[in-house]
Every structure is written in C-alpha cells, then in structure tokens.
C-alpha cells in the first residue's frame, strides 16, 4: 500500500493508492466509488482539455470565463488531478513512478492503445508486481468485435437492454441515465476488491477485465433466464412487472402511485381494502393476473380513481400493500429519508464554493457485543480542477524516489 500523509483519507481503502487513466463515466465512476471508500485516486488526464466530460453539457454552472460541467462533477468526487501528456518522455515516466507507487491502475482505453503509450500489462507488471489493473472496453478486450467503440446507449442496445424497456414492442427506450457505463464501473470495482483481497495471500495483482455490453448482460436477470431456460424472447412491458400482477404504477385521481403485490398474501390485501373479490374469474392467481393484466390494470385503477396519490399512499400503507410514488430527481434530493441515509453530501469546490452532490450509496458500522456505531467516512473532496493536484503529487513523488 502506498500513499501520501497529506492525503490519507479514512475509510475501508485508507491507505489505497489508485491511477485513474479513464475518461468518460465508466472508469470515472469506478475510480470515484475506490475513493468514497477512502483510496486515495490520482486522475491523470491529458493537459489540453482534461476528461471528455468536462465539456460535456450543458448545463454547465460557474462563472463564464470558467464553467464547470455538472456530467464531469457527478463521477470526479474524492480525487486529485495531474495532467500529463503521455506522448512527452518526462510526462510518460511519470505515469511510470506513480504505477510503481500505487495499488491500482484504472483505464477505458480501446484495446491496444495503453500498450502504444508504453504501458503494456507486461511493462505495468514490471514496474510494480502488486498492482491490480482495471480494464474497461465496450465489447470485451478479445473476440470478433473487440475493435468496436463502446458507448452506453449502444451497449444498451446491442446488449439486449433497449429490447425490454419501454411501453411496448414499438417503442424500445434506453435507461434515463447511462447504465451500461454505470454498471460497469460498479462491477469494475468489485472486481478490484476481490482482486486487492487475493492479493493479501498471493502478493501479486491480476487484471480485472469488464465491459459495457457485460455489465448488460450481468443485470438480464430473470428476463435472461426467460430467453436462455423458457425460450421467451421478452419485449419491453412499460411500467407493469413481465411475472407478477398487479406489481406497477397505476393511475389515481390527479396523479399514479406504484404499488408490489409480490405474493397471494398481498393480494388478498388488496382486495380486502378496496372492495374486490380475490376470486375473480381470471385473477384468482398470479398465474392468471398475469395472462390478463390489462384487465387487471382497469379494475384497480376504477378502485384507484376515487383516490388522490396521497389519499392512496395511507390506504394502502394501514392495508400492508407496499406503495409509492414516483418522485423527482430535486424531490428525492430533498426527502428526509434520503438525506438519513447520506444520499446528499457537500464538498467546497475551488470555483463553485459549497456545492451538493449525490451521495455514495454504502454505509459503515464498527459493531461488536454493545452494538453499532457509524464509521463511514464523512470527509469528501469536490471533483478536482484539471491539473489541480500536479505540483503536489510531483512533489511527493520524488520525496518517495
């Protein structure tokens, strides 16, 4: 493990040195989970303009003579900035004693472009036997298309995604925010514990490798089984669960509340709160409310119409039908429930002052025989300005040398 006083942070990974070659979101948002734990993540990014996403907007926020793009703060958080041109001697040796000092080393580059700025997985291994290295692609480092460029609403699509989501067969929609980029960081970083975990027996780090259309495939979940066990070739199902049923959102008087009727115990809930007869011919099970849903859909929402969505929410809470009611992003990020949960947090940023960002979505607790007591890091740094950090992590390097 290595790292600077100057910038140990607490947490699970305190201690962790991690590289950041990525640009974009999948990388970014791996490198940013390793640091909400507590590693200490060096981003290195091209002197000219920094990650792709600092320009990506708008909406941009700041002053006009230096805007800052919200794409680039929600991935950045918890790391330092050094700009280097890896094409430069000096700068290309550089990246070479931070390899040699770190834990981890994370890149989105398409295959074969890091061995052309001189970092092949032989050269990182030399320099530093321990280290772990992340590699993102968007259709996997080998195999007939490994060539291919990877994007998310791409992957989303050619990894089958867009072919579930929507309100039906005609009107296939990406996910709302980029989850094949997402889902990849996430799987990346898990694949980076594991890693970090073996090499406490091994002593030697390993590659990681993941990709956009993996991470797709790793959430098909029951609709993989669905092609790859029944046969099923499923289509998108809008806002109604393919398996279950009533389990969506259903329309009220002035608005629609969701509601999960996950098992025969819970639909006899239902019906007993709102007047309908379990056994209605075609209803009586799962099986069946499935087979005819849009009738479903139309008998529960006449129920519902005599009801606002608030109105719907107490009913159906005194009833133990679990409900809701879906929110905007502003309101989720004014909901008490959210905020006990750390889910907003505040970093001062160099040239936006205080500002609030989404939270990391894992808590910590030291627990033992008298109980439980909080111990998730609280301590965040705003996503870095480019090349904010660079004096300093040269400074430190050579006092390692």
């Known amino acids: 493990m290595s790292t600077s006083e100057t910038t140990a942070r607490s947490g699970p990974l305190s201690g962790y040195t991690v590289v950041d070659l990525s640009r974009a979101l999948a990388g970014p948002h791996a490198g940013q989970m390793l640091g909400d734990l507590g590693a200490r993540v060096i981003k290195v990014e091209n002197p000219t303009a920094g990650d792709d996403s600092r320009s990506w907007g708008p909406p941009f926020v700041g002053p006009e ?86 994007y998310d609403q791409i992957a989303q699509g050619e990894a089958g995604l867009m072919s579930l989501t929507g309100s039906g067969p005609d009107d296939m929609q990406k996910v709302g925010v980029p989850i094949a980029d997402l889902l990849s960081g996430i799987y990346g970083s898990y694949g980076v514990l594991a890693a970090l975990l073996e090499r406490e027996r091994t002593g030697r780090g390993k590659v990681v490798r993941t990709s956009l259309i993996a991470s797709m495939v790793g959430v098909h979940a ?80 006449d129920r519902f119409s005599a009801y606002t969505a608030e109105e719907l929410l107490e009913k159906l809470s005194a009833a133990g039908v679990p409900s809701g009611i879906v929110r905007s992003l502003q309101d989720v990020y004014q909901w008490e429930q959210a905020l006990s949960q750390g889910l907003k947090l505040s970093v001062e940023h160099p040239v936006l002052g205080q500002i609030d960002l989404p939270g990391p979505p894992l808590r910590f607790f030291d627990a033992d025989a008298s109980g439980e007591t909080e111990s998730t890091p609280h301590e965040h740094l705003a996503p870095p300005l480019l090349d904010e950090h660079g004096a300093a992590i040269r400074a430190w390097l050579e006092d390692e040398s």
């Open 65 to 150: 003579d230096d805007l800052q793009a919200t794409y680039f703060l929600s991935c950045n958080r918890n790391k330092e900035s050094i700009a280097l041109n890896l094409k430069d001697e000096a700068d290309n040796e550089t990246l070479a004693q931070l390899l040699a000092r770190s834990d981890v080393l994370i890149e989105n580059f398409r295959g074969g472009v890091l061995a052309r700025l001189g970092f092949p997985t032989e050269r990182c291994m030399e320099l530093n036997p321990r280290l772990v290295i992340l590699s993102i692609t968007g259709f996997g480092h080998d195999g007939p298309e490994a060539a291919r460029a990877g």
């Open 222 to 301: 029951f609709q993989g089984t669905r092609a790859t066990v029944a046969g099923e070739n499923p289509a998108p199902g809008g806002n109604h669960h393919p398996s279950l049923s009533p389990y969506g959102l259903f329309r009220c008087k002035g608005g629609a509340v969701q509601i999960s009727v996950g098992n025969q115990n819970l639909w006899h809930k239902l019906c007993a709160a709102f007047d309908i007869d379990p056994e209605t011919p075609g209803m009586a099970t799962n099986h069946e409310r499935v087979d005819n849903r849009p009738a479903v859909i139309d008998l529960i929402e």
